[in-house]
């Protein structure tokens, strides 16, 4: 029997993650029978290349769903809150790289190597974690599930494609301004980015973190099933382009070697280890640009306390962050039955 294959649509495909998910699409041979891309009314008259093909974007309306059976979107929480409900509606799957239902209790948020059960219980709308987060609990499972994790503090060190194209325009224009002498102001972010770095993802909540640093709060613990797992974070936006690194130091609830540790992440699904400092061997934003797993390194005690780790988490932001996490959740649907 010849494998089912799927009508498809990618909502945002004009955009950093929705033009990757197409790739993602063909270079993981997804079973597409039909792909259509849609995007703004600005967008109407471009086309994207897909397998040797040039696919028009359509815009995005409330018919744009009929006969589509799996909806990659990626055009921002506005019109994820507003089409994900009519694509659900019209018995279409949608897969959501906006924050808008990542916290709603009936939505399945999933990263496929850590919870794929809770596809189980889909009703059409599932959410991509937000990028910082899963590749932070890709490379922390094997360890939550071999001694349990109290708490984690987590340091982010982002890229500028998680902004979108326009702030990865913007990092570009202002180094070649800069280095030619020119001075730059700022329009995506409240700082200059080149040459630069600040604390400031998301706005700022009443509690004096971001919505950045909250969401890795929230999704951890639904992600794990763990509403007791603490985590305290700080997010950095930083002038790389693509991949986003983390310092992350856990408590684990019982002791853990380092040795233990590493050998777990060694064989763990969608994980590499690269642990040799000596030979200056560590995970960096430049080689896991372009790569789907999570690059781990640096693991070693942490002296501080009494079952403490820290490690160095590296993985690029717009494929497992984004793209090709919900492309691998499309993968895992069609594996069990669930579309
Ligand atoms: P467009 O290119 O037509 O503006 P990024 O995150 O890289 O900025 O990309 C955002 C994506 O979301 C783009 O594909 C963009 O399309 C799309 N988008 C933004 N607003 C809408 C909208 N109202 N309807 C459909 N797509 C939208």
Not at 49 to 75: C, H, M
Not at 111 to 118: K, M, S, Y
Not at 222 to 232: E, L, M, S
Not at 276 to 285: E, H, I, L, M, T
Request: net charge neutral; aromatic share 6%.
């Amino acid at each position: 029997m010849g494998q089912r294959s799927y009508r498809v649509a990618v909502v945002g495909a004009t955009g950093a993650v929705g033009n990757l998910m197409v790739q993602v699409l063909e270079e993981r041979s997804f079973p597409v029978s039909e792909l259509k891309l849609f995007a703004s009314a600005r967008s109407v008259g471009k086309s994207l290349a897909y397998r040797g093909e040039n696919l028009p974007v359509y815009e995005l309306t409330e018919n744009s769903f009929k006969g589509i059976e799996v909806a990659l979107f990626s055009a921002g929480g506005t019109v994820s809150r507003k089409f994900a409900p009519v694509a659900a509606e019209a018995g279409c799957v949608v897969i959501d790289n906006s924050s808008a239902w990542r916290m709603d209790p009936k939505v399945p948020l999933v990263v496929p190597e850590v919870n794929p059960d809770a596809l189980e219980s889909h009703s059409n709308i599932i959410a991509n974690p937000n990028c910082s987060t899963i590749q932070m609990v890709v490379a922390l499972k094997p360890i939550q599930d071999a001694v349990g994790i109290a708490r984690i503090v987590v340091t982010t060190f982002q890229a500028v494609s998680g902004t979108g194209k326009r702030a990865i325009e913007e990092l570009r224009a202002q180094v070649s301004a800069l280095v030619n002498g020119r001075s730059v102001k700022p329009e995506i972010y409240p700082h200059q980015i080149a040459f630069n770095c600040f604390p400031h993802i998301g706005a700022f909540l009443d509690n004096g973190f971001t919505e950045e640093e909250m969401k890795m709060v929230n999704e951890t613990r639904k992600i794990y099933g763990d509403p007791d797992i603490a985590v305290c974070a700080t997010t950095v936006r930083i002038p790389v382009y693509y991949g986003h690194s983390e310092s992350v130091n856990i408590e684990t609830r019982a002791p853990i070697s380092v040795e233990k540790a590493r050998e777990l992440l060694a064989k763990a699904p969608g994980v590499v280890v690269i642990d040799d400092p000596s030979q200056a061997r560590y995970p960096v934003p430049l080689d896991a640009a372009g790569r789907d797993e999570t690059f781990v390194g640096r693991i070693r005690k942490d002296p501080s306390v009494e079952n403490g780790l820290a490690m160095w988490v590296v993985a690029d932001n717009i494929r497992k962050g984004a793209a090709s996490n919900a492309v691998q959740i499309a993968e895992t649907l069609v594996a069990r039955h669930l579309i």
